[in-house]
T-cell receptor, first 114, second 109 residues
Framework: DVKVTQSSRYLVKRTGEKVFLECVQDMDHENMFWYRQDPGLGLRLIYFSYDVKMKEKGDIPEGYSVSREKKERFSLILESASTNQTSMYLC?????????????FGDGTRLSIL | TQLLEQSPQFLSIQEGENLTVYCNSSSVFSSLQWYRQEPGEGPVLLVTVVTGGEVKKLKRLTFQFGDARKDSSLHITAAQPGDTGLYLCAGVPDYKLSFGAGTTVTVRA
């Protein structure tokens, strides 16, 4: 089974801090994704990556950046955290190809910005 | 505005009852996926429907893709408490997956 591991289940940070969310997958998947999940809004795509050192903006990239130095690891960075970035963050991975391939999710990081 | 509209937003039923969740759009999709997310966990793929009019069954869950490939439904027969969770539909209108807001299903014992 694919295992997608997010480094923290819960995280509390202060406004203005630089925040790093880490995600590691063990199935050699080319594609990796970062979403945020808010009540009533579903999952919204922040950034995705189709290969090492490749990144593409999703629907809501403002205030975020990403890093993919190794195939198995995809990091989400909040450059200067703000309270409106309080949310559940989900990382996912999938095989290469079109977007209708199954995505495998981690269990999420619930981030609170105070 | 959500590309995929799910209804209802919340559903609470008694064990043994049936339920249907809907996923609608004005866009045509090459395929639609259904995920279930349990509290404290990430979404898990249940099924992908790819052909207009297709019906897929997964034990007590029946998934249907509309003939025009713009909508889908999930029907659960004789719901059990283990069916409790957030049900999400997702589709690819362009090159990346878009999710609906989800339907929260609670099955009371």
């Amino acid at each position: 089974d694919v295992k997608v591991t997010q480094s923290s289940r819960y995280l509390v940070k202060r406004t203005g801090e630089k925040v790093f969310l880490e995600c590691v997958q063990d199935m050699d998947h080319e594609n990796m994704f970062w979403y945020r999940q808010d009540p009533g809004l579903g999952l919204r795509l922040i950034y995705f990556s189709y290969d090492v050192k490749m990144k593409e903006k999703g629907d809501i990239p403002e205030g975020y950046s990403v890093s993919r130095e190794k195939k198995e690891r995809f990091s989400l960075i909040l450059e200067s955290a703000s309270t409106n970035q309080t949310s559940m963050y989900l990382c996912a991975s999938s095989l290469p190809g079109t977007g209708d391939l199954a995505q495998h999710f981690g269990d999420g990081t619930r981030l609170s910005i105070l | 505005t959500q590309l995929l509209e799910q209804s209802p937003q919340f559903l609470s039923i008694q064990e043994g009852e049936n339920l249907t969740v809907y996923c609608n759009s004005s866009s045509v999709f090459s395929s639609l996926q259904w995920y279930r997310q349990e509290p404290g966990e990430g979404p898990v793929l249940l099924v992908t429907v790819v052909t207009g009019g297709e019906v897929k069954k997964l034990k007590r869950l029946t998934f249907q893709f509309g003939d025009a490939r713009k909508d889908s439904s999930l029907h659960i027969t004789a719901a059990q408490p283990g069916d409790t969770g957030l049900y999400l539909c997702a589709g690819v209108p362009d090159y990346k997956l878009s999710f609906g807001a989800g339907t929260t299903v609670t099955v009371r014992a």
